[in-house]
T-cell receptor, first 110, second 114 residues
Framework: GIQVEQSPPDLILQEGANSTLRCNFS?????LQWFHQNPWGQLINLFY?????KQNGRLSATTVATERYSLLYISSSQTTDSGVYFC????????????WGAGTKLIIKP | DAGVIQSPRHEVTEMGQEVTLRCKPI?????LFWYRQTMMRGLELLIY????????DSGMPEDRFSAKMPNASFSTLKIQPSEPRDSAVYFC????????????FGPGTRLTVT
């Protein structure tokens, strides 16, 4: 089955810093989503981005489907950005199953 | 618009007791998913409904787990009897239709079985 790898596994930054999180996947996908799981456990949708680039405030994401990777950019980090960031993909041969990466744990220090 | 609603948010029960988790999907969404999250196994899909019909229940751990969706606005996940290894966070998610639309997650139910 498809493999989803996220890097780095852990990231500690000072408030105000920028960061790039990466998601590699091993096969074609119909769908790719980025989620933020905050310290209270809530899973928040960030982007639905099977291809192309999207921006939402300080966050942006780019998926290059032909090269099988996606990047999540966080600019001017705030302490509220702390948590775990997950990439989840829907394989090309599925129409509902999400395969999840292990996540990147981000800690933003004040 | 209201998001996915789950209840209860926290449940503590003793081994052997029945546990029922509830979910109200986003209005207009016709796909519903139950997930379980643990430190060891991450997020696991338990069951997927489309138009109130169970399509894939291959992730349901064993016969102690059952799920129903009697109508488009309500689903339950039941564990009977519960065991300590069932302790986890259970999420419900919904999407507009199978594939090609993003899944939205509820706040989760943190279940502790003692």
């Amino acid at each position: 089955g498809i493999q989803v790898e996220q890097s780095p596994p852990d990231l500690i930054l000072q408030e105000g810093a920028n960061s790039t999180l990466r998601c590699n996947f091993s096969d074609s996908v119909n769908n790719l989503q980025w989620f933020h799981q905050n310290p209270w456990g809530q899973l928040i949708n960030l982007f639905y981005i099977p291809s192309g680039t999207k921006q939402n405030g300080r966050l942006s994401a780019t998926t290059v489907a032909t090269e099988r990777y996606s990047l999540l950019y966080i600019s001017s980090s705030q302490t509220t950005d702390s948590g775990v960031y997950f990439c989840a993909v829907e394989p090309g041969d599925s129409n509902y199953q999400l395969i999840w990466g292990a996540g990147t744990k981000l800690i933003i220090k004040p | 618009d209201a998001g996915v609603i789950q209840s209860p948010r926290h449940e503590v029960t003793e081994m052997g007791q029945e546990v029922t988790l509830r979910c109200k999907p986003i209005s207009g969404h016709n796909s519903l998913f139950w997930y379980r999250q643990t430190m060891m196994r991450g997020l696991e899909l338990l069951i997927y409904f489309n138009n109130n019909v169970p399509i894939d229940d291959s992730g349901m751990p064993e016969d102690r787990f059952s799920a129903k969706m009697p109508n488009a606005s309500f689903s339950t996940l039941k564990i009977q009897p519960s065991e300590p290894r069932d302790s986890a966070v259970y999420f419900c998610a919904s999407s507009r239709q199978e594939g090609y639309y993003e899944q939205y997650f509820g706040p989760g139910t943190r279940l502790t079985v003692t």
